[in-house]
């Protein structure tokens, strides 16, 4: 079964400073899609960004990119110039190609943006 | 607006009240999914369904019980709950269930007493 590790519980970082958030995952599958959520406090998921597993190139929207390292199993998320509206949970998630396959989540990382 | 809306917002019960959460997406989606949220666990996906007919159940006690009359709307109907059902559940909807992209809801936020 696939998991997904987020071993920061917590960060913090300051307003307009870069921060990168880490999670690994465990598969034995070679495609699968990769993604980040956000959940602020209004407490719906957003869909921040998305990599497809064959795609050697890593995603970018706009502030947020990844790092994503195959052999590794790490998809770590990179937010620059954050902003106070960053501030919320970061859910890392997995999911195979199946057509019945289902997201799998870590735990969350919890991000602060302080002045 | 977020295009997956759920009600109640909160919710206080006692476990043995009967109560129903509900979810209703204005996308033009096929699936749609309860999952559970607690504290510092991962999400755990409860039910999908797909054109209205349930696909999954992840070993759901049958004390939930869902309902998706349309492809629109999906309820959640809880009945003789424990304490340890409290949770945030979510509600998402996807163009279909091979569709990995979800748009969730902003959840209800549930207390069994």
């Known amino acids: 079964a696939q998991t997904v590790t987020q071993s920061q519980p917590e960060m913090s970082v300051q307003e307009a400073e870069t921060v990168t958030l880490s999670c690994t995952y465990d598969?034995?599958?070679?495609?699968?899609?990769l993604f980040w959520y956000k959940q602020p406090p209004s407490r719906q998921m957003i869909l921040v960004i998305r990599?497809?597993?064959?795609?050697?190139q890593n995603a970018t929207e706009n502030r947020f990119s990844v790092n994503f390292q195959k052999a590794a199993k790490s998809f770590s998320l990179k937010i620059s110039d954050s902003q106070l509206g960053d501030a919320a949970m970061y859910f890392c998630?997995?999911?195979?190609?199946?057509?019945?396959?289902?997201?799998?989540f870590g735990t969350g990382t919890r991000l602060q943006v302080t002045l | 607006e977020t295009g997956v809306t759920q009600t109640p917002r909160h919710l206080v019960m006692g476990m043995t009240n009967k109560k129903s959460l509900k979810c209703e997406q204005h996308?033009?989606?096929?699936?749609m999914y309860w999952y559970k949220q607690s504290a510092k666990k991962p999400l755990e996906l409860m039910f999908v369904?797909?054109?209205?007919?349930?696909?999954e159940n992840n070993s759901v006690p049958s004390r939930f019980s869902p309902e998706c009359p349309n492809s629109s709307h999906l309820f959640l109907h809880l009945h003789t709950l424990q304490p340890e059902d409290s949770a945030l559940y979510l509600c998402?909807?996807?163009?279909?269930?091979?569709?990995?992209?979800?748009?969730f809801g902003s959840g209800t936020q549930l207390s069994v007493l």
């Open positions: 369904y797909s054109l209205e007919e349930r696909v």
């Open positions: 598969t034995s599958e070679s495609d699968y899609y």
């Open positions: 998630a997995y999911r195979s190609t199946g057509t019945a396959s289902k997201l799998t």
């Open positions: 990599q497809e597993a064959y795609k050697q």
């Open positions: 996308l033009g989606h096929n699936a």
């Open positions: 998402a909807s996807s163009r279909d269930r091979t569709n990995e992209k979800l748009f």
